[in-house]
């Protein structure tokens, strides 16, 4: 299993991630997001629905890039004109995404860096659909490179999703949805699981210290490290491989390094 | 019989200045950017736009033609930002109404509906009410939950870019996906279309496609057509995102970096010139399907 990559580690954790028994739409923003997502849905939580990544859903995960003679199978429909009735403010869907910074209430910007909101500094995406996909269904995150920059020290810039922060709670808002799961990043998997939703390391990458991780978070987190993150099986490496046949998954963490440190 | 159809310029005529325009599609997909051309051409002033953004909003912002922006997003999907509404972000040129997408949709089903607004959870934990001086509102029933109340987003017109539509106003979508154009027709006072095909009748032509009818004909105002009308965004089924157009569009930000240097290539004198530029339809009409 030498030749496994941190890429392929990565897409098997967030696979676990997505797992369930429930019938939900999973939506995986990137490489790594979606073929954990199409893993999951081909191995363990058939109930998982997905799209084609435009407007159709599909019961055989659609390969990325360019697809030869394959031909999407469409067995449904799911556009963005039926998209928060159906699927975000039903609470059925689960969302992996990759935002520009995370701070430590799990509240993330997708929307712009420094300056004022008049005149941001850096303008990014906008806040996109973060703020309801945080208030009502459960969400993910990857990052691929696991720093200080993302995982900020105090709040992020221009919180675009809600987190557990108190201090952004308005008395008789129902915040019941918020339901962030996981964060799997080049270095380990983390969760909110600590007291008041406080940060935790569960799992570190072969070869990682949690002092490594915690020297690239800008926040303090709790070690509650059960152990390292599980290498993929051979099924879900078949399944990769298939689901990704241009191997764009080498791109996403830099120097697509093998998931055994050397 | 009724007849809805006009001239590109006779639409942009119906409009003015400090107006609140509605555009229809969704970042690089299926925007009506001929009319959107028309008004670069047009010495129309002070907009209000409201869109799920793509390069509308984006050479809009460059020709200084904005005053206000409500948006969610502002994208050309595989040139993810959107450079030239970025500099008019980071110049502080644009007031904007940041909110989220579904917000966004339910601001306007609240002007389609005549309500002042429609409340909803989402913002709740943002920052988006403090920025965009949302208010809550509070349940009047047991429950007395606190929620944001997401103002309707009234808008003066509206532009769509169609696949089909006749003279009366009957369109067709064949896409396989509307986005929420449907609601900016209801939202805005006057809905102008433009279409890759018109036809007189829609039911000597296509009764079987009646249910591409994403929106009745009371909603629409005027209809012209414009083949190629969506180009350089994307017309499914007839043709994708055209990303050598929008490379060149989004690296003209860097390099000239100065919107009047390049605005006669993005704009041209008039939609024939510009359609001739980037190849003419056949062209266009080859433009691939995006694969996400």
Redesign the interface.
Known sequence: MSDVTLAELCIFACSETFRTDREIIATGIGPVPRLGAGVAKLTHSPGLMMT?????LVEEPVPM???GDYKPKFAG?L???R??DAA??TGRRHAMVTPTQIDRYG?TNL??LG?T????????????????N???HANSMFVPFHSTRTFVEGEVD??????Y?PA????????S??DLQKMITNLCVMDFGGPDNAVRVTNLHPGVTFDEVQEATGFELIDAVEGETALPNAEALEIIAQLDPHNYRSHVIRDNPSALRK | MLDKRMSPADIVGQLSDGMTLGIGGWGPRRKPMALVREIMRSDLKDLTIVAYGGADVGMLCAAGKVKKLVFAFVTLDAIPLEPWFRKARQAGEIEVLEVDEGMFQWGLKAAAFGLPFLPTRVGLGTDLAELGGLKTVQSPYDDGETLIAMPALKLDAALVHVNRCDHRGNVQLLGPDCYYDEWFAKAAEKTYVSCEELVDKMEDHYPEDAKANIVERCFITGVTEIPCGAHPSSMPPLYGPDMKAFKSYAGAAKDPGDWSAVADQFVGANEAEYLNSVGGKEAVMNVPLAIY
């Open positions: 084609d990544g435009e407007a159709y890039g360019p697809r429909h556009p963005f004109s998209f928060f975000v403010w509240q929307s712009q300056g909101h008049a005149r941001p500094k850096t303008q990014m995406l906008g806040v996109r659909g973060f703020p309801g945080s208030i009502y221009m919180v675009s999703s809600a987190g922060n952004k709670r308005v008395a008789g808002g129902n915040y949805g918020i």
